[in-house]
């Protein structure tokens, strides 16, 4: 036994210039109810009772990402899945997409007028997608009559991009007025 250490150390090292001191614990897990130690092999805590053998339920703490993408998604479900007023959903998404964007550069100072500018941007994106359905549609409908639908693809990939054009120059007209 070195000096000053108790039985249930042990060296080793064999004489080594660095020692390397272990302890001997016999495995132990923690009650999650009351904390108390009790040996692996038990299947109930020695102090309270509690059931040892199921492990103990995480708790899941939503980022703030997270958290933003549960809230936008109950606007949805609310508005638009339960009620049918997608444009009300989209403003209200929209809304607090620009909310969100001008409080992230809040050193620029707050403007109000990022929300009805984000809910314009938010209603545009729900009638360019029904917009998009629609035309989409009518070329399944096409097709099911055995028609050829070249000409309503071709007008619905030029339209597709006009309005990807149009919502990149919107977006970019909001972030140059609100920076």
């Known amino acids: 036994m070195l000096a000053g250490l108790p039985s249930q150390f042990t ?3 064999g004489g080594k210039s660095a020692l390397e001191v272990r302890l001997k614990i016999s495995p132990m897990q923690k009650c999650s109810y ?3 130690a009790n040996k692996d092999d038990v299947d109930s805590c020695s102090e309270c009772g509690t059931d040892l053998s199921e492990p103990e339920t995480p708790i899941i703490l939503p980022t703030p990402h997270r958290a933003m993408s549960g809230f936008l998604q109950s606007i949805w479900e609310h508005f638009a899945v339960k009620r049918r007023q997608f444009y009300v959903a989209g403003f209200l998404i929209g ?3 620009g909310l969100v964007g001008t409080m992230r550069h809040a050193g620029h100072g707050f403007s109000w007028a990022c929300l009805p ?10 009638w360019l997608l ?3 359905e629609k035309l989409q549609g009518r070329i399944d409908r096409e097709r099911a009559k055995g028609n050829p639908a070249l000409l309503q693809q071709a007008v619905f990939v030029v339209l597709g991009l006009i309005s990807l054009i149009v919502v990149t120059l919107l977006v970019g007209a909001v972030c140059v007025y609100l920076l």
Not at 117 to 126: E, H, I, K, L, S
């Open 11 to 13: 060296s080793q090292g």
């Open 95 to 97: 809304a607090l997409g």
């Open 130 to 132: 029904s917009f998009a």
């Open 117 to 126: 500018a984000g809910g314009a941007m938010g209603v545009g994106a729900v």
């Open 34 to 36: 009351c904390g108390s």
